[in-house]
């Protein structure tokens, strides 16, 4: 039987018993719904609206963007295009991006200069999960980034529903337009979400930035049936198309095409017996994306991928539980041959031996060079279970988590041209299947010491799986123009991460938070440019371009992150003031420091509000970089400062809200200190926002 039968067969299993048993009907509320309130707990999950992340966010319109003004949180940017978020140092796949609870089926953790596939506006909510609850997802040192749109909620909409956004840039001459319109009886709904932001080249010290241009649009539409009252299936589909240059140092345009589709169903059962809450999804997903440059097709992605997952809660021995459990496979062919990769092939074979070519470069070498396709096809099927059991006493809550995972990664060489392929001599099991197995657990413990002051403490020991990337990628990249060297037998990444959270409330007006973390790495998983004997930066022999090596060594990772609030009001006026500030540092067992690490920064706001009126001005400082790698470029200091203003307008059921927003105001050429393309591509300079939003 074929996996995708398999997994057909247990969907129509999992519905239809659901549907049978489903005779027990749950009080009126979701599990969306009683996580609505933006309110922080031991697990640290945060739930916030996007409309309402919208008003703060930086200027762009990445993921990274509409979370960069979180304590802890930035944005590794490649141009205006990518922005994938960081949390507390942790980058790539150690933050889980999901939609719902499913992994985004994107290579945006494989390498920074691939979008992350998903637009914020096509989702509803945004919830940030860290600690013990974050293990139903996975094991992610920085935590899962959920979005959550339509069809996670277990509820129909009710009557009619339009929100439509227009905006313009100053900078980029173009802009973004949103529009969302949703219909629901009482056993039936439709939901429909399209976005469309296009951007000419930015500019930034007064000169433009070239290839920074994007076209991006993204289509999402759910469809609800109330099929008992106890039971809703919502059926969804998306697509998305984005189109992004990259401003990188190549003479020609480097630029990507990438293309998503996604089909899938949700079942909401409020009860089955004494389950409460159950979530059954099943989603298929196609996943594409071109690099091209001078506009040939150099390189080519391809991922399929379909997962069946079931989530529930239930209580045991005055205990809350949740527990989730998933089936996922993935299927990734790559290309890469300049001007050939259209489409994806499969390379021809001979009597000649394999891997001549490679075996030449590394008897001259001492590295395996090829400049044929950069890893062969790979095929996951990967088991994940987990649950979270939490226990309440009077002024505590104590929570654990668990997460076991088996994974099959199995290579196939067959779109490897047959001069480049890895001869047994060098790597014997190179291209043999193999399963490996991960188990995280997460303690958590939160206090009130009194009415004023509580603590949140996660203790986890984490482990990871490497990546098929991290272990048979060997090629030459074009967007980061670098060729990297995967390392095959890398061990699982495993770490013990200490999180602790004071909140303290002094009075009506003033509360503060303070954060603190610690992570110690056995097998920190990273990329570290090759240099020879005398320190020179090694350079492939193809494209004269740094050489990165895929390692695996002891680290560590800790900071601290600070942050006010004052609000207060006088008359009609109230002004809310936030205040924070974020240092960490990363260091390596053997000496030295881990690339890419966020500078010190501190960040200052003030918003005044007076009736229909919102206004708001933001200041932020980004230290230069301390602490850097080996061969790692520093940047300098930058200052940021945007100012908002906000007019809502409200006639009976209508709603329109104007808005201006400037950015950058004092034009400085701000350097991201994370981002690869640091030097090519810095922050943009000066542009002024403007937008209208309805509602009804």
């Known amino acids: 039987m074929t996996m995708p039968t398999k997994f057909t067969l247990m969907v129509t299993l999992l519905f239809a018993s659901s549907v049978i048993q489903a005779d027990e009907v749950l009080k009126d509320i979701s599990v969306e719904e009683k996580i609505e309130v933006s309110e922080e707990s031991i697990n640290y999950n945060k739930v916030q609206s996007v409309n309402e992340l919208g008003k703060t966010k930086a200027s762009g319109e ?29 980058e790539g796949y150690r933050v889980g991006i999901a939609q719902g609870g499913v992994m985004l089926n994107d290579l945006s953790a494989m390498s920074q200069d691939h979008a992350v596939g998903l637009n914020v506006k096509v989702a509803e909510r945004l919830e940030m999960v860290k600690g013990p609850a974050s293990l139903l997802y996975g094991s992610y040192s920085g935590g899962v980034i959920r979005a959550l749109g339509d069809e996670h909620d277990g509820e129909l909409t009710k009557g009619l529903g339009i929100d439509a956004t227009l905006s313009t840039n100053s900078d980029t001459k173009k802009g973004t337009a949103n529009l969302k319109v949703g219909y629901g009886s009482e056993d039936y709904s439709i939901y429909i979400n399209h976005y469309r932001n296009e951007a000419e080249n930015y500019s930034s010290g007064g000169k433009e930035i070239a290839n920074s241009d994007t076209l991006n649009e993204q289509t999402h539409a759910v469809l609800g049936w109330k099929v008992t009252p106890n039971t809703v299936v919502k059926l969804y589909g998306d697509m998305m198309n984005k189109d992004y240059g990259v401003p990188n140092q190549t003479e020609e345009r480097t630029d990507i095409l990438m293309e998503q589709k996604r089909y899938g169903v949700v079942m909401h059962n409020k009860s089955i017996g004494k389950l409460n809450n159950l979530k059954t999804e099943y989603q298929l997903s196609d996943y594409r994306h071109y690099e091209r440059e001078g506009g040939r097709y150099d390189g080519l992605f391809d991922q399929q991928q379909q997962s069946l997952s079931n989530a529930f809660d239930f209580t045991m021995y005055e205990m809350d539980a949740n527990f989730r459990m998933e089936l996922l496979e993935s ?20 009597s000649a031996e394999d891997g001549r070519s490679l075996s030449n470069y590394y008897d001259e070498t001492g590295v ?3 400049h044929g396709h950069p890893m062969p096809n790979s095929k996951e099927q990967k088991a994940l279970m987990a649950f979270n059991l939490k226990r309440y006493y009077d002024e505590d809550e104590l929570n654990l988590g668990v997460n076991a995972v088996i994974r099959k990664l199995t290579p196939d060489s067959s779109n490897m041209q047959e001069n480049w392929l890895m001869p047994k001599s060098i790597d014997s099991d190179y291209y043999d299947a193999q399963t490996d197995t991960a188990i995280s657990l997460s303690l958590g413990w939160w206090h009130m010491w009194n009415e004023d002051l509580s603590v949140q403490t996660s203790l986890a020991y984490l482990e990871r799986l490497p ?15 670098s060729y990297i060297v995967g390392d095959r037998d890398l061990d699982k990444e495993s770490s013990i991460n200490l999180d602790v959270d004071l909140l303290y409330t002094h009075n009506e007006h003033l509360s503060s938070k303070l954060s603190g973390y610690y992570y110690h790495f056995d097998n920190y998983i990273y990329q570290t440019p090759m240099v020879s004997a005398d320190g020179t930066a090694t350079k492939d022999p193809f494209h004269l371009s740094p050489v ?31 205040i924070q500030f974020n240092m960490l540092k990363g260091e390596l067992e053997n000496g030295g420091y881990i690339p890419r690490m966020t500078p010190y920064n501190a960040t200052a706001s003030i918003e005044h509000k007076y009736g229909a009126l919102t206004n708001r001005v933001s200041y932020k400082w980004v230290d230069k970089s301390r602490n850097i790698a080996d061969n790692e470029t520093s940047t300098d200091s930058y200052n940021l400062l945007n100012a908002s203003i906000y007019y809502e307008q409200k006639f009976g059921k209508n709603e329109i809200h104007y808005w201006i927003k400037g950015e950058n105001l004092t034009d400085d050429v701000a350097r991201n200190h994370i981002s690869f393309l640091k030097e090519s591509a810095p922050l943009p300079g000066r542009a002024f926002m403007v937008g209208v939003e309805y509602h009804y």
Request: aromatic letters at 10%; charged letters at 20%; proline letters at 1%.
């Open 331 to 350: 299927e990734l062919k790559v290309c890469h041959e300049h001007g050939q990769c259209n489409e994806l092939t499969v390379a021809s074979r001979t």
């Open 368 to 370: 395996v060079y090829s």
């Open 467 to 481: 990546s098929s990337q991290e272990l048979l990628w060997n090629g030459f990249h074009h967007a980061t123009e």
């Open 62 to 90: 990445t993921l990274g963007d509409y979370l960069s003004c979180e304590l802890g949180v930035d944005s590794a940017t490649y141009g205006t295009a990518v922005g994938r978020p960081t949390v507390r140092g942790m």
């Open 548 to 578: 990165w090596a895929m390692r695996g060594i002891g680290a560590k990772i800790y900071g601290l992150g600070v942050e006010e609030r004052y609000k207060t009001s006088m008359d009609k006026h109230s002004f809310e003031s936030k």
